[in-house]
């Protein structure tokens, strides 16, 4: 989800001994990050990954995708509305298969909300892998969670989340 220029996905997946095993998608709205993103899948190699360019926020584009495996929910939580923020958590388990894992970043600038988002995902039937707090200026938090539950049956037109930063 709001894949940018797929550095989380292009920093690991071509040097991976099972980067062939490896289908995914990116899902981008900026026009310039879609073509670095393509660009740097043409150079490295790396065939099984589909770039879209389309609203992350829509469930729609997600469709022909779902269930997944591993879900990257990076750089979105702290540029979203509170509400938001918890109605996307609340509701990824749409995306996923049971087992699935999500892997979440959010600053924990004040108000830290990253308990908070910890406790939604405990409540939406995800159980938590790890968390880690990096304490330098950005003050992240990085969260692994699996899907242990059930997944949500998929809503189309479902919007997640508008950003607004």
């Not at 406790?119 to 969670?145: M, R, Y």
Request: proline letters at 5%; charged letters at 25%; one cysteine or more.
């Amino acid at each position: 989800m709001c894949a940018g220029q797929g550095r989380d996905v292009f920093g690991v997946l071509p040097d991976h001994p099972r980067r062939a095993d490896v289908t995914a998608v990116l899902v981008e709205l900026d026009h310039r990050n879609v073509e670095v993103a393509r660009a740097t899948a043409a150079e490295t190699g790396v065939s099984r990954v589909e770039v879209l360019e389309s609203d992350a926020a829509v469930s729609d584009i997600y469709e022909p995708s779902v269930p997944a495996d591993i879900l990257l929910a990076c750089g979105i939580f702290g540029n979203i509305s509170d509400q938001d923020l918890e109605r996307t958590v609340c509701n990824l388990s749409m995306l996923c298969r049971t087992g699935a894992s999500v892997i979440w970043t959010r600053h924990r600038n004040e108000p830290d909300l990253t308990p908070r988002i910890r406790n939604w995902f405990a409540a939406s039937g995800f159980e938590e892998l790890s968390f880690d707090a990096i304490d330098n200026e950005s003050k992240s938090g990085i969260g692994t969670v699996r899907l242990v539950a059930a997944p949500l049956p998929f809503q189309p037109g479902f919007r997640f989340f508008t950003f607004t930063r």
